[in-house]
Structure formats: C-alpha cells, structure tokens
C-alpha cells in the first residue's frame, strides 16, 4: 500500500512539474501580431474597397457580427453581402485606429476593442466622417489572423460634433 502512494506522488510531482515548464504565452508577440493584422485590415479597405474586408472575416459557420444599427448578430453570408452592396455605392472608405487593446487568450484565440474614425466618400462625393466602436474575437487560422465575432456601434458622426453646442 505504501509503494502505492510512492508511486501515485511521484506521478502527481512530475505531473504538476510537466505543466509549470510549458512554454508560456508571448503575449506582447501575439499582440503585435494581431495588431498588425488589424492595421492591415484598414491599410486594405482604403487601398481595394470594402470588399477586401473578406480576407479577414472567417467564412467558417462560428462567425457572427453585429453592424452598427443591428440589434442582433448575423452570420457571414449576410455580412459579405452588405459589403459588397456598399462597395457599390462607395468611392472611397477609409479607417483609422484611434485606440486599439488586444488580449491574447492562448495562441490562436484573441480578443480586441478599440476606437475608429472612418471617412467615406459616396459616389456623388458627399463626405461622411464616423467613430465607431469596435470589439470582436479574432480566430488564428492557417492563413492568418481572421475576425471570428464581434459588434460595432457608432459613437458620433461629424455632423453629430458639429450640431453640440
């Protein structure tokens, strides 16, 4: 009986060991790595249109997001044909991080949030500028980071800052 509990400490001792010599995160790599891709993101929208946004969205069936205005997530065919309908009636969408937090949750999972400023310019050159609110679930897949989830609400417009007294 002895031998037993010898043997069963043991286990317990290299098996607790085994987990305190894993590699720990590198949280501040996959931070700048994701915020990379973020930025990439934008880089892309302002360079090819809204419709480069699909090389970020994860097409998989978990993708969900809720578009400023909703009050409901939808799935990704119904956010990949909002974007290419706006894509239509845009000449040129821009955005900007004002903020950006990323959080690491193991090696392929992380969430963001941060502040966005976007300028839009219509195809009968009327100019639109908004902050936007932003916060999802980014998913790591072979092909890179990609938006999993997530919401984005606006927080004013510039019409809206030009009519506060």
């Known amino acids: 009986m002895r031998l037993f509990f010898y043997i069963g400490g043991l286990f317990l001792l290299i ?4 987990i305190g010599t894993s590699d720990p995160l590198d949280k501040e790599q996959l931070r700048q790595e994701i915020r990379q891709m973020l930025h990439n993101y934008h880089r892309d929208i302002a360079g090819e249109g809204l419709t480069a946004e699909f090389k970020y969205l994860d097409p998989s069936e978990d993708f969900f997001w809720v578009p400023p205005g909703y009050g409901t ?5 119904s956010v990949r044909k909002i974007l290419e309908q706006n894509a ?3 000449k040129l969408a821009s955005f900007s991080w004002d903020t950006l937090e990323v959080f690491p949750l193991s090696e ?3 969430g963001f949030t941060g502040i966005v400023t976007g300028k839009l310019i219509d ?4 100019e639109s500028v908004v902050r936007m ?4 679930t980014l998913i790591k897949r072979k092909d890179g980071w990609k938006l999993l989830s997530g919401q984005t609400a606006v927080l004013d417009t510039a019409a809206d800052r030009e ?3």
């Open 108 to 110: 392929k999972i992380a």
């Open 163 to 165: 009519s506060d007294p």
């Open 123 to 126: 195809t009968k050159d009327v």
């Open 88 to 90: 239509l009636t845009l």
């Open 73 to 77: 997530a939808i799935t990704y065919d």
């Open 133 to 136: 609110i932003e916060s999802g």
């Open 15 to 18: 098996s607790c060991d085994a």
